[in-house]
C-alpha cells in the first residue's frame, strides 16, 4: 500500500446510524480529524446516517467534501444539498468509479450490503493490482470482527490465499485510522 501524497479520503459507510452510538461518534470524529489533516472527504453523497454524519462534521471545519450519488438516490431525497461539490451520477457503477478516481485512501466505517460491496469491490482491485492505495477497516466496538472470522475462514479453506490481510489493516479508533495514514513525523498527539 502506497501511503505518500494522501490528499483525499474515500469514506464508505452506512446510509443508517446502527444501533450503537459510538458508530455516529466515530464518524463525527473522523470527520473533525480529516478536516484537521487537511484530508479531503469523498463520499457516497448521503444526508443520513453515518454519512451525513461525516460529512457534516467535514463541512463545519470547511473541510473539502466530494459527494457523489447516483440520480436514483437523489430522487428519494436523500441527497446533501448542501454540498459545495456534489456530482450526480447516472447509477452505481459510475458512483464507485469516479469515487475511486478521486480518492487516495479509503476508510470504511460500520454498514450494510452497500459497505460490504465497496469494501469487496476496493480489496479485489487491490488484490488485481488495479491500485495500491490503503484500505483500511475502521473496527468501532468490533464491528468488523465476523467479516474478519469470514475472510480468516475462507483462508483456512483454500478459497482466499493470507496475503488478502496484507492489502488491508484493522484500527479501532479513527484516529488510529489518521495516524496510519500520516507519516511518523506527523501523528496526531494523545489528547
Known amino acids: 500500500m502506497i501511503k505518500q501524497n494522501i ?7 452506512g446510509s ?9 461518534q466515530a464518524a463525527k470524529e473522523l470527520g473533525q480529524l480529516m478536516a484537521k489533516q487537511k484530508f479531503s472527504l469523498v463520499y457516497g453523497g448521503g444526508n443520513v446516517g453515518l454519512m451525513g454524519s461525516i460529512a457534516s462534521e467535514s463541512q463545519k471545519k470547511n473541510n473539502e467534501v466530494l459527494g457523489v450519488i447516483p440520480n436514483h438516490l437523489m430522487e428519494k431525497e436523500v441527497g446533501e444539498k448542501s454540498l459545495n461539490n456534489l456530482v450526480i451520477t447516472k447509477n452505481m457503477h459510475e458512483r464507485k468509479m469516479l469515487m475511486y478516481k478521486k480518492s487516495d485512501a479509503f476508510i ?3 454498514g450494510g450490503v452497500g459497505t460490504l460491496d465497496e469494501f469487496f469491490e ?13 484500505i483500511i477497516l475502521l473496527n468501532i ?3 468488523w470482527n465476523p467479516l474478519i472470522n469470514l475472510l480468516n475462514h475462507q483462508i483456512k479453506l483454500g478459497f482466499v490465499n493470507i496475503t488478502i490481510n496484507k492489502l488491508f489493516v484493522t484500527v479501532s479508533t479513527p484516529k488510529e ?15
Open 7 to 13: 490528499k483525499s479520503i474515500c469514506v464508505f459507510c
Open 16 to 24: 443508517r446510524d446502527g444501533s450503537n452510538v459510538k458508530y455516529t
Open 108 to 110: 470504511i466505517l460500520p
Open 122 to 134: 476496493t480489496l479485489t482491485w487491490a488484490q488485481l493490482n488495479i491500485h495500491k492505495k490503503p
Open 141 to 143: 466496538g468490533d464491528f
Open 177 to 191: 485510522a489518521i495516524n496510519y495514514l500520516l507519516d511518523s513525523k506527523r501523528q496526531l498527539s494523545p489528547e
